[in-house]
């Protein structure tokens, strides 16, 4: 059993700051990447940010010199430093992660429950 968990999400005026976090739980035997996806309603959901195992980082365009993804290697867990919040940066945001479960072959894409974030003008 995997699980990720998020929490950070919240109601913030445009040019405030939050923080996500987001927790993976189980056997796990290798995590090859973790990251942000946001999905607005009646949208697609799209990459945010992404963090591999080999720590390069990769940020949507939108979000570049604003948001910073990190990781707690130990604690298995990413976060999402989000600064300079815009309204159009509202959207339910997810946890993603690329792991390896203990005893089996293959990796596999794993997703929080989600979490909203609302910036107000």
């Known amino acids: 059993q995997v699980q990720l968990v998020e929490s950070g999400g919240g109601l913030v005026q445009a040019g405030g700051s939050l923080r996500l976090s987001c927790a993976a739980s189980g056997s796990i035997l290798r995590i090859n990447a973790m990251g942000w996806y946001r999905q607005a309603p009646g949208k697609q959901r799209e990459l945010v940010a992404l963090?591999?195992?080999?720590?390069?980082?990769n940020y949507a365009d939108s979000v570049k010199g604003r948001f910073t993804i990190s990781r707690d290697i130990a604690k298995k867990t990413v976060f999402l430093q989000m600064n300079s919040l815009k309204p159009e940066d509202t959207d339910v945001y997810y946890c993603n992660a690329n792991l390896q479960r203990t005893g089996r072959f293959t990796s596999q894409d794993y997703w929080g429950q989600g979490t909203q974030v609302t910036v107000s003008s």
């Open positions: 963090i591999t195992s080999g720590s390069s980082t």
